[in-house]
């Protein structure tokens, strides 16, 4: 089945500064990657995806970038803010009959020091 | 806007008790998941439900685990002779369309597990 894998596990960043979150996937038939943002007592909330046949996405303060050739793909938040911390879970999908099935990583705790 | 919505927020077990947690998904949503989150780990799948069909239980990590949407909304998953190592936070997801990567899934608050 799918492994991913994601680090750091820990990240601080001063306020207004960029953090950039890593994560690689085994499965290469997987087409669907979406990150998701969970603060403390809530369920995780999606804030970005992307899917296979695009390299980059950006949202206002937030971008992922994809690379299929290395089975790796990454989230960048621009203009830190001390509401950005949580932690930043990535997932993945494949194709086919399992293709609800999301593989999460272990996790980012992000913390950003005003 | 109402979302995913879970109950009981927390729950206390003694080791060999049976435990149930309800979900309510998002009015209309064809989708529902459950998943299981260990402390400091992301959600692993456990099951996944298509309005009342059950078409994957693979996750589910024993017998002692079943889950149940018997009129295609609301979920249950019970818990029977709880272990300590079953001691995690339970989330439900739903989403709109049936299946597919594509489909946003919206994660309800959890349910946090204790196991004495």
């Known amino acids: 089945g799918e492994n991913v894998e994601q680090h750091p596990s820990t990240l601080s960043v001063q306020e207004g500064d960029s953090a950039v979150i890593k994560c690689t996937y085994s499965d290469s038939a997987s087409n669907y990657f979406p990150w998701y943002k969970q603060e403390l007592g809530k369920g995780p909330q999606l804030i970005i995806d992307?899917?296979?046949?695009?390299g980059e996405k950006k949202d206002q303060r937030i971008a992922v970038t994809l690379n299929k050739t290395a089975k790796h793909f990454s989230l960048h938040i621009t203009e830190t803010q001390p509401e950005d911390s949580a932690v930043y879970f990535c997932a993945a999908s494949g194709p086919g009959a399992g293709s609800y099935q999301l593989t999460f990583g272990k996790g980012t705790k992000l913390s950003v020091i005003p | 806007g109402a979302g995913v919505s879970q109950s009981p927020r927390y729950k206390v077990a003694k080791r060999g008790q049976d435990v149930a947690l309800r979900c309510d998904p998002i009015s209309g949503h064809v989708s529902l998941f459950w998943y299981q989150q260990a402390l400091g780990q992301g959600p692993e799948f456990l099951t996944y439900f298509q309005n009342e069909a059950q078409l994957d239980k693979s996750g589910l990590p024993s017998d002692r685990f079943f889950a149940e949407r018997p009129e295609g909304s609301v979920s249950t998953l019970k818990i029977q002779r709880t272990q300590q190592e079953d001691s995690a936070v339970y989330l439900c997801a739903s989403s709109r369309g049936a299946g597919g990567g594509y489909n946003e899934q919206f994660f309800g608050p959890g349910t946090r597990l204790t196991v004495l």
């Open positions: 992307i899917r296979s046949n695009v």
